[in-house]
């Protein structure tokens, strides 16, 4: 069996790597640094070179130099909108197939945070749970949790206890990233779903003496007994959403529904007759807050992606303007005048 295997590896990949150049091998990303990243590969975690990965990729070397070859194309990746004034984006894991949000029962519930969450992890392609962590020192209303996240398993965990990490355990698929605020107990989730400490050291290339042992803590852990990939993501300060109105469609599905009842295909539910949003307000079955914030998510979703919008015209202008000019030169040494 390939160490690859415990890493997610599955036909998809294969396929993927079988398009590409055979001078190169297949490699899974599981933790990056600045122009550095270990990877895994068939014989073991190896030390390579290669910038713009994140972990989670899926990736192929050069078989010699062990240097970044190319990025297989994602299938999800859990993205966010930097705080500041640039339109980049930040992805926080690659190829995630469940995308946990944690909650913590010792902190205030912060719904507006949580739908937040929830958007990123549907925006990401992935399926989101809920994990209430800490239940052993605190309680949260589950009803209020579970209105903020409609079509979302909720499972309340301690890792203390253990209690609820094996039901918590049967909602998880694949490649599984932790998210949510500092300290609201994902790495300790995560220890508690590994079972155990994670693995401290991974196999080497001894072979040519390309790759080094690593003994490094790795954001991209596998738990072999039951074939999943945890990825632990640092906590956020900031999450803000962007590039996909789908994903604010999804985390407020039951918004969408509703709006689906107004007399107008157009309702903006501030104040049309007819408007199934605002009656559902008005009959205590959804919140203003909820809505308030669905409205925020879209107002900000919109805006990033204009901003992302601006960003791609002004290279394309700058991208011309070089044309242009590399033109000219040619024309002018040509002797010919434009
Ligand atoms: N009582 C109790 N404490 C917990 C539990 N899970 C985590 N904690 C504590 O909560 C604190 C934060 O836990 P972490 O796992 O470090 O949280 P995190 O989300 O990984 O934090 P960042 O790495 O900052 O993003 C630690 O002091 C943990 O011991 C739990 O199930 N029960
Ligand atoms: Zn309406």
């Not at 998210?179 to 300790?188: C, E, N, Q, R």
């Not at 991208?319 to 002797?335: M, T």
Request: proline share 3%; hydrophobic share 35%.
């Amino acid at each position: 069996m390939s160490p690859l295997d415990h890493y997610g590896l599955d036909q998809h990949w294969l396929t993927e790597f079988e398009k590409l150049s055979q001078k190169t091998i297949l490699a899974r990303v599981v933790r990056v640094d600045r122009g550095e990243f270990d990877a895994v590969t068939d014989s073991g975690i190896v030390r390579c070179t290669g910038n713009n990965i994140c972990t989670g990729d899926w990736v192929t070397l050069d078989e010699h130099s062990l240097r970044l070859s190319a990025i297989l194309p994602r299938r999800t990746a859990i993205e966010r909108a930097s705080a500041g004034s640039t339109s980049e984006t930040q992805v926080l894991g690659a190829n995630v197939d469940t995308v946990v949000v944690t909650v913590a029962s010792d902190t205030a519930l912060d719904l507006g945070r949580v739908e937040r969450y929830i958007t990123l992890a549907w925006g990401s392609g992935g399926v989101p749970v809920l994990a209430i962590t800490k239940n052993d020192s605190g309680s949260v209303d589950e009803e209020r949790i579970l209105a903020a996240a409609p079509g979302v398993a909720v499972c309340s965990t301690s890792a203390v206890s253990n209690g609820g990490i094996d039901s918590l355990t049967e909602h998880l698929r694949g490649t599984v990233a932790l998210i949510g605020p500092s300290g609201s107990g994902k790495s300790t989730l995560g220890n508690a779903l590994l079972g155990g400490p994670a693995f401290t050291t991974g196999a080497t290339r001894d072979a040519d003496g390309k790759g080094r042992h690593t003994t490094v803590h790795r954001e991209l852990v596998p738990i072999p007994s039951s074939g999943l990939v945890l990825l632990d993501t640092p906590g956020l300060r900031s999450v803000g959403v962007q590039g996909s109105e789908d994903a604010v469609a999804s985390a407020f599905s039951d918004i969408e529904e509703l709006a689906a009842q107004c007399r107008f295909g157009d309702c903006a539910h501030e104040r049309e007759p007819g408007c199934a949003v605002l009656a559902a307000v008005e009959a205590g079955e959804l919140t203003e807050r909820r809505l308030g914030n669905y409205r925020k998510l879209l107002r900000e979703n919109a805006w990033a992606t204009s901003r992302h919008d601006a960003r791609a015209r002004s290279e394309k202008l700058r991208e011309y303007k070089q044309i242009s000019k590399s033109l000219r030169r040619k024309y002018a040494a040509d002797g010919k005048v434009r």
